[in-house]
């Protein structure tokens, strides 16, 4: 396998590379040339495994290697104490995740759901689910008939558990569509 390098000139918003013992993302950059002196490039980069932000200056010339992020659906299929279960719909192999490696939106996943594996080099370090879910209401305050006021909210319980705040109107038994990415309520399914 050839090691492909890029240089901090080449740096673009979500560029992987590998610098000091990191894998990390390029969130933002800024080629600056000042009046006087070097050029250099100002970067807002997050470390992809432990996800710190870190904001660091480099010279334009300065090479690092690429790191070629791997993502691959598999099916959750069932959790056994700290460890969820993930099966490869094209192989059939099964991977066991610890929890430290699932994300707080993680609480929206029910069995059977592809989320997106994602390793580097072979090593998971996060599981992505599907950004919209449609989940089943399970608990929540009756609705008061005639509260017609715009924007007010009580909690729910979904399904899997999770809590979410809710317009009024849903009741217990309502399938509802839910954005993973910020654990918030988008409509009746």
């Not at 390098?5 to 992987?16: C, I, K, Q």
């Amino acid at each position: 396998m050839v090691n492909i390098m890029v240089t901090a000139g080449d740096f673009r918003n979500g560029v992987t590379f590998e610098f000091d013992g990191g894998v990390w993302q390029v969130v933002e950059f800024q080629h600056v040339k000042p009046g006087k002196g070097a050029a250099f490039v100002r970067t807002k980069m997050k470390n992809v495994i432990t996800g710190g932000i870190v904001e660091r200056s480099f010279n334009p010339t300065e090479k690092f290697e690429n790191a070629v992020i791997e993502r691959k659906d598999m099916q959750y299929l069932y959790n056994d104490g700290d460890l969820y279960y993930f099966m490869d719909n094209e192989t059939y192999d099964q991977l066991p995740l610890n929890s430290d490696k699932l994300g707080d939106n993680f609480r929206f996943v029910k069995e059977n759901t592809v989320c997106k594996i994602i390793s580097y080099k072979g090593n998971v370090f996060a599981v992505e689910p599907p950004f919209f879910v449609e989940l089943e209401v399970t608990d929540t305050e009756p609705g008061v008939r005639g509260d017609t006021a715009t924007n007010v909210q009580k909690s729910a319980t979904l399904e899997t558990g999770a809590v979410i705040r809710v317009p009024i109107f849903i009741n217990t038994g309502d399938v509802i569509r839910v954005d993973t990415r910020v654990g918030e309520y988008l409509e009746r399914a």
